[in-house]
């Protein structure tokens, strides 16, 4: 199986799992996780280093999930990658969970930081990289944040922060689905021309279809080129749809946080299924 095939088969699998997952509580931030599902399974099943058995291996590069409401999405990436197992997956939400709604680091094996208010992921992952440079670390940082969080200051002085210290160790995802809590992104705050302010912060900038497997991994290895422990870091601005796979959802009016209706869920499966035609193992 070609390394494309094995990601597109992994995100399928890991929008399954997000369906069942979702089912459990009626409710949740599906279209998110629908929407980064191509851009996890691109990170866990083709460039992270990590031990499925060993969650906190010393050399295992660090993925930061900056939007801890996307954690649905992250256990299912999990589950793929072996780390949490997938029957687990259906406690998703529930009392004594390791798995809760918002990602937590003190219950979740493989999950580096707590969520929360938004905005922080990027100043922790600056100084993670920095930290992991000091030691002498050949490791490296991923750093996934959402559209929204580029509204909060605290990202952009991360940014600058990164650049000064040429943290080329370092690598961004924005997932720019253009919906947050308070609507559409470009009516609550715009934010483009977001690449050139990426450039203008001093980082290597790629702009792609982030549900284009293909376009990902060409992303990923053109970083992965430059990521030496001093040099410039790189962000990857992915452009998603939320609900991707499921049409349904895909055209859901208020998507940012999904009430879906206890018949819809298996007519979800059917269009996820229905859609994809590669080799599912």
């Known amino acids: 199986m070609s390394r494309r095939s094995r ?19 009626g409710q949740g931030y599906v279209g998110q996780a629908l929407d980064a599902a191509d851009i996890l399974a691109a990170v866990y099943a083709d460039q992270l280093r990590y031990r499925a058995d060993d969650p906190e291996w010393e050399g295992r590069d660090r993925f930061l999930l900056s939007t801890g409401h996307y954690a649905i999405g992250h256990y299912a990436a999990l ?9 687990e997956l259906e406690t998703y939400g529930s009392d004594d969970s390791r798995l809760p709604m918002s990602g937590m680091s003190t219950y979740t094996p493989g999950m580096e930081i707590s969520g929360g208010s938004l905005g922080h992921g990027l100043t ?7 930290g992991l440079r ?21 990202t952009w002085e991360a940014a600058m922060g990164a650049h000064h210290h040429q943290l080329g160790n370092l690598t ?4 720019i689905n253009a919906l ?25 900038v790629q702009r792609i279809d982030g549900n284009d497997v293909a ?10 080129a430059q990521a030496v422990p001093e040099g410039q870091p790189s962000v990857i601005l992915c452009d998603t749809r939320i609900g991707r796979g499921v049409p349904l959802l895909e055209d859901r009016e208020k998507a940012h946080f999904m009430r879906i209706e206890e018949h819809e869920w298996q007519i979800c499966r059917e269009q996820l299924t229905a859609g994809y035609e590669g080799d599912t193992k």
């Open 7 to 25: 990601v597109e088969a992994a995100a399928y699998r890991m929008r399954h799992h997000v369906l069942n997952m979702g089912q459990a509580q």
């Open 79 to 87: 589950a793929e990658a072996g780390i949490v197992p997938v029957a």
């Open 124 to 130: 922790i992952a600056v100084g993670t990289a920095l």
């Open 134 to 154: 000091h030691q002498g670390s050949p490791a490296r940082v991923f750093n996934f944040l959402s559209d929204g969080e580029l509204d909060e200051g605290s």
């Open 172 to 175: 961004a995802i924005v997932d």
């Open 180 to 204: 947050q809590a308070d609507g559409k992104t470009d009516s609550v705050l715009r934010t483009e021309p977001v690449a050139d302010k990426w450039a203008a912060c001093g980082w290597f």
């Open 215 to 224: 376009a990902l991994l060409a992303a990923f290895d053109a970083a992965a």
